[in-house]
């Protein structure tokens, strides 16, 4: 029974072993016929390391692009992150084959092939996406055209002019060079001219919009040789409404919120103190605000500063105008009682007087001047007004001078406050006209000009 089963054993296994052998064997003569006329046949004698038409002329490569996203422009790096898809094309005469269909190759077989060394110079940062396998295409066409795509993530310089902040348009580019071959290896092109960057028009931005587009060939000129280039230039118009309705209007707000103290009484000196410190305060802490999204250290006056300052200064200015106010409330104040006071001595000096006058009616007192001054006097009068009728004869300057004076005087009366509530009436106009005009020559310049 043993040696039966011992037997019988033996025979599955026999069985078992020759159906794997024979299923292993048909698999691998399967991939063998089915591979050769691609790959294997295609890659004999192929030198990945030599570049098509190695002994002829250039390479010529033309490229595409497509816009996946634009994630992040940043004002403090001025740069700006893009997710971009592109598309190289080549022929090699060495990968053609037979018929009219293309093969679609695993990018991962990519080390197989000769590829361009295409780089983007201004990129800070980039990586290949590898999710889930390396982002790579690779399709070879019968007449060895290869297409050679792939999914990049980089984060690019851009050269911004800060001036016009918030209003201001920006122009960005995007570089594609040859690290290692120059012109007389490699040829780069665009394959449609503009209508090879495609996403830019239907790109939707945070902050901006795209304004225009276009494409150009050049070259880069090294050290080492004569580079082909090609460059992507694309304008940023920033959306300035953000900007009106988180900045402006504030500070708007607050310049009209300073003017309230002119038609608060001047006695008030806590209310119209208070507010002239809190919207100085105010005002101080969203010019800080604004510059947090904004390099620190750079030599640009932005367009935002401009008005910011300008609000401050209407707001400081308001604080300054009631301590101008003040200064000449309580100078009036002093002059008027200072004349109370005169006149209260004046008039207790008169009913002295009038008392004493009526308890000595016999005393007499010399209150006029002899009767012979006033002939002096006219003749004294009548001496300065023909020497007053001589001078501009004799002194043809002296009228010249006498109307500079009377200008001065005029100015300076301009300033002299006889009514203090004048002031808080000439600031009610004088600070909103002013205000208005300024704002109307600011939007005219930064929107227009």
């Known amino acids: 029974m043993s040696v039966r089963l011992h037997a019988l054993l033996t025979l599955c296994l026999t069985f078992t072993q020759g159906g794997c052998t024979y299923f292993n064997n048909h698999w691998g003569e399967w991939n063998d016929s089915q591979l050769q006329p691609t790959i294997q046949k295609l890659m004999k004698g192929y030198n990945r390391y030599l570049r098509p038409n190695f002994n002829g002329g250039p390479v010529e490569i033309g490229m595409s692009l497509d816009i996946a996203s634009i994630d992040a422009v940043s004002e403090i790096n001025m740069d700006y992150t893009a997710t971009i898809f592109l598309r190289q094309r080549w022929r090699d005469s060495r990968l053609v084959f037979p018929g009219n ?21 201004d990129s800070k940062r980039s990586f290949l996406h590898d999710v889930t396998v390396e982002n790579r295409l690779i399709r070879i066409f019968s007449n060895g055209t290869v297409l050679y795509a792939l999914r990049i993530t980089a984060t690019i310089a851009c050269n911004m002019d800060l001036t016009k902040y918030p209003m201001d348009r920006q122009v960005c580019t995007l570089q594609l060079e040859s690290w290692g071959y120059n012109l007389q290896d490699v040829v780069f092109y665009w394959t449609r001219g503009n209508d090879s960057v495609k996403g830019l028009d239907i790109l939707r931005l945070a902050q901006y919009s795209v304004e225009s587009y276009y494409t150009s060939v050049s070259e880069a000129v090294y050290e080492t040789g004569q580079y082909p280039k090609l460059v992507l230039h694309f304008a940023l118009r920033r959306n300035v409404l953000f900007f009106i309705l988180e900045t402006y209007v504030p500070s708007i707000l607050l310049v009209v919120l300073s003017w309230v103290s002119f038609w608060i009484s001047q006695s008030s000196v806590p209310a119209r103190t208070c507010i002239g410190v809190t919207t100085v305060l105010t005002m101080t802490t969203l010019m800080m605000g604004a510059r947090t999204s904004l390099p620190n250290a750079n030599c640009f ?35 008027e009682d200072l004349h109370r006071e005169l006149r209260r001595e004046l008039n207790e000096y008169n009913w002295n007087g009038s008392i004493l006058s009526s308890t000595q009616p016999n005393r007499s007192v ?51 406050v006889e009514n203090p509530h004048d002031i808080d009436r000439r600031a009610r106009t004088v600070f909103p006209a002013a205000f208005l005009v300024i704002n109307v020559l600011y939007w005219l310049y930064y929107l227009f000009l």
């Open 301 to 335: 006056i932005k367009a935002i500063d401009v008005y910011l300052g300008i609000c401050f200064t209407f707001i400081f200015g308001a604080l300054v105008e009631y301590a101008y106010a003040h200064f000449y409330t309580v100078k009036h104040h002093t002059i």
């Open 366 to 416: 010399e209150t006029f001047p002899p009767a012979e001054e006033p002939a002096d006097r006219q003749a004294d009068s009548g001496a300065r007004s023909d020497a007053g009728a001589e001078e501009p004869a004799s002194s043809g300057g002296a009228g010249g001078l006498q109307s500079v004076k009377d200008a001065s005087r005029r100015v300076a009366s301009v300033f002299v």
């Open 101 to 121: 269909e293309s093969v679609s190759v695993d990018g991962r077989l990519v080390s197989l092939l000769w590829i361009p060394d295409t780089f983007i110079p």
